[in-house]
C-alpha cells in the first residue's frame, strides 16, 4: 500500500536516520544521558530533521551471536518507539547483557521511558543529574 491509498487512522513510518560515523557517535556521548539494565541512551542536538540513531554493543557483552541478537533486539524497539524520537536529535543505544534475557515490552516501555527523561528540562538547582559537570569538591 502506498502513501496515497492510506486508510483512516493508519499511521506513516517515521523516516529514521541511521548513524555510521565514529565521530557521530562520539558527539552523542558527550550529549544527554539515561540508562537502564538492558541499554543505555546518550542525545545530542542534530543539524538534519530527521532523528538519528545508532546502536553499538561492546565486546565485553558476549560473542558475536549474542551482540547481534542484542542489536536486532534494540533495532525492534526503536521500530516500535519510532514516534517518540524528537526530529533533529541523535540517539545511540548502548547495548547491555541484559537485553538478551528481558521481555520485549520492557525493552520498549524502557526506550520511551528513556526517551522523555533525556528530553526533560532540568531543575536550576540541579543541573546535571548524571554526576558529570556538577561543582567540584573542594581541596
Known sequence: MTAI???PGET???AL???TKRQQFQKAARG???GRSAFGLQVIAA???APGIGFTVTKKTGNSPQRNRIKRRLRAAVTACARDFVPAHDYVL???REAL???FSKLVADLGTLITKVHAPRSPGNPNNSGRGGPRKPR
Open 5 to 7: 491509498e492510506q486508510t
Open 12 to 14: 506513516t513510518p517515521v
Open 17 to 19: 536516520r541511521r548513524l
Open 32 to 34: 544527554n544521558r539515561a
Open 47 to 49: 543539524p538534519q530533521d
Open 94 to 96: 548502548v547495548g547491555k
Open 101 to 103: 534475557s528481558e521481555p
